[in-house]
C-alpha cells in the first residue's frame, strides 16, 4: 500500500462520489422515502460500524462523555446556522441545505479519527481492510450527505466541493496517525462519540422528523428499517 493519506483521501472521495451518484439519480423519487432511507444508513452506521468502533478504543464511559459533548455541540451548531444560514426563500431548501451542512461537518469531523487509524496501520493488513471499510461505508455516506443539497438545488459543482471536504480530513488525520500511531486511543474515541451524537442528532430532529410530517410515522420506520438492513448487509461483507 502506497502514502495511507493519498489513498485513502481517494478511497473517501470514491466512496463519496458513488454516494452522490446515487443521491443524484434518487432525485425524483418521493421525499419521505429519501429521508426514511437515510435515516436507516445513518442508524445502521451509527449502530453497527461507529459505536463499536469508539467502545473498542474507549469504552463506555468515554462514549457517554463524548455523546453528551456532541449533543451540546449539535444544539450550538443548530443555533448558529438558525442565525446565520437564510440562503434560499423556501423553508423547505432551507431545511434541506442545513441538513446536508451539518451533516458535512459531522462525518468530516469523523473522518480525522479514520484517518489516524488508517496512517498508524500503514503497511499492516488490517490498513488494507480499513481502507476497504473506508471505501464501503463513504458510499452510503454520500447518499446522506448528498441528498438534502441536491434537493435543495445544488449541483455537481457542490457535489465536487463536499466531495473535497469530507475527504481531506482523512489525509491530514493519516499523515497525522503515521507518525504518532496508536498512543492515544481515548481521544480518538472521544472524537468518534461527538461525531456520533451529532449524525444521531441530525438523523432524527432533521431528517426522520420531516419524513414523518410528510407521510406517517409507520410509514417513516418500514423505509427506515430498509436502509438499517441494508448497512447490516455491509457490515456482514466485511467480517
Known sequence: MGPAWIIGAIASGAGLGIGGIFAWMMKG???SFIYSL??????????????????????W??????????????????RLIDKVTIITRSPQKDIFVRTGIL????????????????GAMEDTD???????????????EGIIIFTPLFLAGFGM??????????????????????????????????????????????AIQEIFKESVKQSSMLYSLIVGMVGLAVIYLFTLTLS
Not at 66 to 78: D, K, P, Q, S, W
Not at 103 to 117: A, E, R, W
Open 103 to 118: 451533516l458535512t461537518l459531522s462525518i468530516s469531523v469523523h473522518n480525522i479519527p479514520t484517518g489516524i487509524v488508517l
Open 29 to 31: 423519487v418521493q421525499q
Open 126 to 140: 488490517m490498513g488494507n481492510v480499513i481502507l476497504l471499510t473506508l471505501f464501503l461505508h463513504n458510499i452510503p
Open 157 to 202: 459543482g457542490t457535489w465536487m466541493i463536499c466531495t473535497v471536504i469530507v475527504s481531506f480530513p482523512i489525509a491530514m488525520g493519516s499523515l497525522f496517525g503515521h507518525f504518532i500511531g496508536m498512543d492515544f486511543p481515548y481521544l480518538l474515541a472521544f472524537v468518534v462519540n461527538i461525531t456520533i451524537s451529532v449524525i444521531f442528532m441530525v
Open 61 to 78: 464511559i468515554i462514549l457517554l462523555v463524548g455523546v453528551m459533548t456532541g449533543i451540546a455541540l449539535f444544539r450550538l451548531i443548530h
Open 38 to 59: 437515510c435515516t436507516g444508513l445513518i442508524m445502521g452506521l451509527l449502530f453497527f460500524e461507529m459505536i463499536p468502533e469508539s467502545l473498542r478504543l474507549g469504552g
